[in-house]
Each structure stands twice: as structure tokens, then as C-alpha cells.
């Protein structure tokens, strides 16, 4: 009478062994992009940043010109490194060139096949990524420090900054947003409901479905709120990646840096 019960319990055992451990970052995928990309970059500096004992990439890419303190975090997608082609590298290189210097990060990673659903364990080591690489900038003068997130990268940004009391972040560009209730982390309605900084979140006019069906929703909850600082901004003919249009993706973010954190001379 207890032969199936115990065929049972060594056959979930089993199959417990078998099913990989999605709850951390694939530190092994991490370093193989680390040294793929520092041997093959041509355009600023890899740098080693680190919570607690464990190191992650970041690309840092000097303003051109004087300084000006300000700079930004890119944060990528998902499966995505610090220095991917599209939107990523336009952007830490594109932004550089006007004026801000830009720190490209890398964000926690799974195995290839892995869905929104694997992710969530992982915004645990979104926080401490940003706040090192806030640091960072400090470290090298900043003292305006804009968010920048892709995608899944855009609703860890979100959430980060929805649950920082002090990020000592000044504003968010959010590209690709879109929303999911398979948990808090990844509602970026939620998430919006409680940030109040300035918000740029732009799309393209041929983005995801999940991002063009919450548009509305994105700008109401931010009016709810009383973010008089957000500004939705559809890019026509632009898909979820800005295939083609990764100029057009950077006119639209420095555009809107500079008018939100640059002084204009009297």
C-alpha cells in the first residue's frame, strides 16, 4: 500500500533534479559576453562593477566635449548584453555624442528559452545592479543621472524606481514598455501608478502587441498619479526594436534629455 506513494515521491525527486535552477543570473552565459564583447569593443570602456563579490559588465562611454555631469543607465532586454545592436549600442554611443556620458549594464540572464515568467526571481539583483552603477557615475562626477530600459529592461527600470525611496535617479526613458499581471514586478501599471519623475516612454507605431494594447492605460495610470512630467510618444513605421530607425530612437531620447535636464543659456 505505500509502494505508489513512494514511486511518486522519487519521481517528482527526480524530475526536481532534472528541471534547471532559473532563480539566478547565468553568471557562466555573463562572463562569455564579458570577454566576447571587451576583446571586440571599439567604442568606450568595459568596466568591472560588483555586488558583493560578484562582478558584472558595464560599458562606460565618455560625453564628448567638457564635461557636464550628466549621464545615463542603459538597461537591456531580455537575453540582450550591454553592448546589442539594436537600440542598446545606438544609444550609449549616440547619446555619448551629445553630450552625455552613458553606462551600459549588464542586467541578470537566463538560458536561452527562458520567458517573462523564468525572469521574475530575478529583479531581486535588478536593484543592486542599478545602484551600483548609480554609484559609478557619481564616483566620476554626475550629478544628473537618467534611467534608460529596453523592454523587459524598460519594466525592470520601472519597477526599480517604483520601489526606490532615494534611486538618485532624475528621470526614465522607457522604450518598448508594455505590461503583465503574472506578477507585481512585471505590472508596469502598477509600477507607473507610483513614480512621479519625469517619463519619457516611447514606442514604435509596429511595436509589440502588449505594448501598443496598454498605451492608454500607460498614459492614464501616469495622469492618476500626478506625473505632470510624462510624455507618451508613438514612432511611426518603428517596430519593437527600431529596426532601421535607431537614429530616429536617439533624436527622440536626447530631444527629450534636453529639454528636461539642460539649461538653455541665457
Known sequence: MYHIPKLLLLLAFSLSLATPCLAASDQAKEKRWADQITDS???????????????????FTKASGPSTGRAVIIVHGMGAHPNWAEVIRPLRVGLAEHGWSTLSIQMPV????????????????????????????????????ILIGHSLGATMSAWYLANKTKPGIKGAVFIGLGSSDIDPKTDNLLSLSKITLPVLDIYGSR???????????????????????????????????????QDSLVRHVYGWLRSHFVKKPR
Open 41 to 59: 569593443l571599439m567604442d568606450g570602456e568595459a568596466c568591472q562593477l560588483k555586488v558583493g563579490a560578484t562582478p558584472f559588465l558595464g560599458l
Open 110 to 145: 537566463l538560458p536561452n528559452g527562458a520567458g517573462l515568467k523564468d525572469y521574475v526571481p530575478l529583479f531581486d539583483e535588478v536593484t543592486p545592479r542599478i545602484d551600483a552603477a548609480v554609484d559609478m557615475l557619481k564616483k566620476r562626477g554626475n550629478k544628473t543621472i
Open 207 to 245: 511595436d509589440l502587441g502588449n505594448v501598443l494594447s496598454t498605451r492608454e492605460d500607460r498614459k492614464s495610470v501616469a495622469v492618476r498619479a500626478g506625473n505632470k512630467s510624462y510624455r507618451q510618444i508613438q514612432v511611426e513605421g518603428a517596430d519593437h526594436f527600431f529596426t532601421g530607425m
